[in-house]
């Protein structure tokens, strides 16, 4: 395993749909796990495969209650609203709140290629769309209702 760099704004793949993964291989494996370490070491919730450089449909997230590694998800439900900070490891100190579903459920293959279907509210449901949306080029900041200032310790929450 090994922690990769993150890609910061302005980087234009950031701003790229990224491809079906097409066959879970070594690589891959790889790629998932490097995700999974970078994503800690940089005290993220979430990270997804643009943000390492990779136009993979890929990420990983872990809201407090176990790593989930999703290659090539699609939500395939959604129900109410939530606005809620968000921040992004690409966008180091940039808050802003940003409306989303208040639950989603997220179909996607597991490292082993079996189709697995994930339910998320509250925090775990904003992780999954933030994710999903760099899978498809969009940065949150494009959805940004106010941006908004933190204090060290909210900082160290996010």
């Not at 950031?14 to 790629?31: D, F, G, Y």
């Not at 997804?48 to 290659?71: C, M, N, S, T």
Request: net charge negative; proline share 3%; glycine share 10%.
């Amino acid at each position: 395993m090994a922690i990769r760099n993150i890609v910061k704004k302005g980087d234009e793949i950031l701003n790229k749909r990224c491809k079906e993964v097409k066959e879970i291989n070594r690589k891959i494996l790889e790629l998932l796990d490097d995700m999974a370490e970078t994503m800690y070491e940089g005290n993220g919730v979430g990270l997804a495969a643009p943000q390492v450089g990779i136009l993979k449909r890929i990420a990983v997230i872990d809201v407090g209650d176990g790593l989930i590694e999703l290659i090539n998800p699609v939500i395939t439900e959604t129900e109410g609203e939530q606005i809620e900070t968000e921040g992004c490891l690409s966008i180091p100190g940039v808050y802003g709140k940003v409306k989303r579903p208040q639950r989603v459920v997220v179909e996607y293959l597991n490292r082993a290629g079996e189709k697995v279907r994930t339910e998320g509210t509250g925090l775990k449901a904003v992780c999954i769309c933030h994710e999903l949306d760099h899978l498809d080029g969009v940065l949150f900041d494009e959805k940004v209702i106010e941006f908004v200032e933190l204090d060290n310790d909210e900082k160290e929450n996010e």
